[in-house]
């Protein structure tokens, strides 16, 4: 795993007592774009589920829910939520998942940690069905939404809709 890989998730290791105290609102909102966008579908991969915040809304869309993080003490606190999703410790750029597995994937405040979102993204097209949808965040001081949305356009998205989110934010969500 790369050194800023390695960094970010010690970080995160550091930070998950403290996290939701510190983010839990500012999250909520970005949550509520994916509540108000996600149709019912069969199987949804939450990308950087962090404590396992949105899983449980997931779930209740979805037949089956796959929550990723990097940081084990992230999903240690993701399990004690006692949600239904399937929990697993892996890098965002290299899902352990065959091709087309996921009817949706959302990703909230993911990419401005991966060295190469591109590529992220194009990881994202890897797993999802044809027809699938995504959505994504990413903090907008990092990258503009113009980025976003070129991200997800050249890994074989349309997008249907974007924009800002809170005041820190911008969202794509797209089809497959």
Not at 16 to 33: F, G, L
Not at 125 to 154: F, Y
């Amino acid at each position: 795993m790369a050194a800023r890989k390695l960094e970010l998730r010690r970080r995160y290791g550091e930070t998950a007592p403290v996290y939701e105290r510190r983010y839990e609102q500012i999250q909520r909102e970005k949550y509520e774009i994916v509540t108000e966008n996600l149709p019912r579908v069969g199987k949804v991969l939450d990308l950087g589920c962090g404590t396992g915040m949105l899983l449980n809304e997931l779930a209740r869309r979805s037949g089956f829910v796959v929550g990723i993080d990097s940081s084990p003490e992230m999903l240690e606190l993701a399990r004690k939520r006692r949600s239904s999703a399937a929990l697993v410790l892996a890098d965002a750029d290299h899902l352990p998942f065959a091709d087309r597995s996921f009817d949706a994937v959302v990703s909230v405040t993911l990419l401005q940690n991966m060295p190469n979102p591109a590529a992220t993204v194009r990881e994202v097209a890897r797993v999802i069905k044809p027809e699938g949808i995504v959505i994504m965040t990413t903090l907008k001081h990092k990258h503009s939404l113009g980025e976003l949305e070129r991200w997800i356009r050249t890994a074989g998205f349309k997008p249907l809709s974007s924009g800002g989110v809170g005041r820190e934010d911008v969202f794509c969500i797209a089809r497959r």
